[in-house]
C-alpha cells in the first residue's frame, strides 16, 4: 500500500486531525473497556512530542444520525484525562464551524481536543464531501487510527481524504502487516472460524484458498453439518446459509480441508442456568440447541493446530457471554499459548472473547477490528485504505519534506 509515512511526514507544529476508533462500552455512562483508547495513546504520545496539536474524532454507537444524550462522547473525556493526566483535553459539543476552528488555532501547542460523536450527523454515514470538508478544514493534515471502521465509506474515513494530506497511523499499518502475512502465510496454515454469524459461509470459502485445515465452530459448523444431512435441532440455521455451504463441500479440494465438529455441549434453551449435555454431532435432539463445542471436537481440533506455521482465528467458538458455552472458547484460546508460530485474531467478537479470558498475550497479534478485519481477510480492498493511496497520488508532489 503506497502511502504517507508517519514517520518521514513533516509533522512538527501541525495541527492533526486523528481519526480513532473509541467506539468502546459503556455502562451507567462510564467506559467499562478502555482498550481501545489505551491503543491510540502511543499514537497520540508521538504527535506531542512533535509539538502537534490533536483533533480526535469518533463514532460512538449507532445514534441514526440524531442527537442522543447516551451516546455523546464525555465518558471518552474522563477516560483519556484519566489515560493522560498532564494533558489539556478539550471537548467540543459538535463537529465543525467557525467557532471551533478558531479554538484550536488560539490554542497553543500539544493540546488535545475531542470532537463529538461523527454520527449524530447523517452526513457522516452518507460520507458527504461538504461534511468531510468541514472536518477537514479544522486541520493540516489527517491520520487514520481507526482501523476497525475502515471497511465504512463514511465522510471521517473516505471523503476527508480529499481535501487535505492523509496517511495510515502506527496501529493501523500494524494491523495491515499482520493482517497481510495471514493472506500469504507460512505453512501448514490452519484457519480457526466460528461465531454467530451465518453470513460468513462465504468467507469460509476464501479461507479454504488461504488455509490448509479450515476448522468449524459457533453457528458458523450448522449450515455445513446441515448440508451434510444431519440434523442440528433448534440451532441457528437459514436455507441460504446451507446453500453455499452445500457448494463448497461439492468441491472436493474444498471438502478435505474442512473440519467439523464431532460433539457438542446442548441444552434446551439459552440461558446460564439451563441444564446442558454433550452429545455427538449426529445425536441432536429436536428440542435441543447447540451452544458449545464438546470436548472430542477440542482434542480434534488442538490436533490441527499443533502441526500449524501459521494460525488464524475469527470467531468465538461458542456462546461465550455464558460461562456454560465459554469452555471451548476458553480452552483453545489457552493452548494456543503453547504453540510456537504466526497467531493471529480477527478483532470483533473474538478479540471481546479473548480480552474477556485474558488471552491476548497467547498471540502475536489480535485485530481490533470486526467487519474490517474479515473483509481484508476476504481478499478486499477496504474503502478507507484505498481512500489513503489515492490522496498520496494527489498531494504528494505538494509536500515539501
Same mark, same amino acid.
Given at each position: ?232 435441532? $433448534? ?8 446453500? =453455499? ?7 472436493? @479440494? &474444498? !471438502? #478435505? *480441508? ?116 474479515? $473483509? ?8 478507507? =485504505? ?7 497520488? @494527489? &498531494? !504528494? #508532489? *505538494?509536500?515539501?519534506?
Amino acid at each position: 500500500m503506497k502511502t504517507f509515512s508517519l514517520i518521514n511526514f513533516p509533522l512538527e507544529n501541525k495541527t492533526v486531525l486523528l481519526r480513532v476508533d473509541y467506539n468502546v462500552p459503556l455502562e451507567k455512562r462510564k467506559v467499562v473497556d478502555n482498550s481501545k483508547i489505551k491503543l491510540s495513546l502511543p499514537t497520540i504520545k508521538y504527535l506531542l512530542e512533535k509539538n502537534c496539536k490533536i483533533v480526535l474524532a469518533t463514532h460512538l454507537g449507532r445514534p441514526q444520525g440524531k442527537i442522543n444524550p447516551e451516546l455523546k462522547v464525555d465518558p471518552i473525556v474522563k477516560e483519556l484525562k484519566k489515560l493522560l493526566p498532564k494533558q489539556t483535553i478539550t471537548k467540543f459539543n459538535h463537529c465543525f464551524g467557525q467557532e471551533i476552528k478558531q479554538k484550536i488555532k488560539k490554542a497553543e501547542a500539544k493540546q488535545i481536543f475531542l470532537l463529538e460523536n461523527l454520527r449524530f450527523y447523517p452526513e457522516e454515514k452518507n460520507n458527504d464531501p461538504v461534511f468531510a470538508h468541514s472536518l477537514a478544514n479544522l486541520a493540516d493534515v489527517y491520520i487514520n487510527e481507526a482501523f476497525s471502521n475502515s471497511h465504512r465509506q463514511h465522510a471521517s474515513m473516505s471523503a476527508i481524504t480529499r481535501f487535505l494530506p492523509a496517511f495510515p497511523g502506527p496501529q493501523l499499518e500494524k494491523e495491515i502487516f499482520f493482517l497481510n502475512k495471514a493472506l500469504k502465510p507460512k505453512k501448514p496454515a490452519v484457519w480457526i472460524i466460528g461465531g454467530g454469524k451465518l453470513d460468513k459461509v462465504k468467507f469460509v470459502e476464501q479461507a479454504l484458498k488461504k488455509a490448509d485445515q479450515v476448522l468449524l465452530g459457533g453457528a458458523l459448523a450448522f449450515p455445513f453439518l446441515r448440508a451434510n444431512g444431519i440434523r442440528i435441532g $433448534m440451532s441457528k440455521i437459514d436455507a441460504h446459509a446451507v446453500r =453455499l455451504a452445500k457448494k463448497i463441500l461439492q468441491k472436493r @479440494k &474444498f !471438502r #478435505k *480441508k474442512i473440519t467439523l465438529p464431532i460433539d457438542f455441549v446442548v441444552a434446551k434453551k439459552l440461558s446460564p442456568r439451563e441444564e446442558t449435555a454433550v452429545v455427538n454431532y449426529n445425536e441432536i435432539k429436536s428440542e435441543q440447541i447447540t451452544l458449545d463445542l464438546g470436548p472430542k471436537t477440542v482434542e480434534l481440533f488442538k490436533k490441527h493446530l499443533t502441526k500449524a506455521k501459521t494460525i488464524v482465528w475469527n470467531g468465538p467458538l461458542g456462546y461465550f457471554e455464558y460461562v456454560k458455552f465459554a469452555q471451548a472458547t476458553k480452552e483453545i484460546g489457552r493452548f494456543l499459548g503453547k504453540l510456537d508460530c504466526l497467531k493471529i485474531a480477527g478483532g470483533g467478537e473474538t478479540a471481546t472473547a479473548i480480552n474477556k479470558f485474558h488471552l491476548a498475550h497467547n498471540f502475536t497479534h489480535v485485530s481490533t477490528g470486526g467487519g474490517a478485519s474479515l $473483509m481484508f481477510l476476504s481478499g478486499e480492498k477496504l474503502p478507507a =485504505l484505498k481512500a489513503l493511496e489515492k490522496n498520496y497520488t @494527489k &498531494f !504528494r #508532489k *505538494k509536500i515539501k519534506k
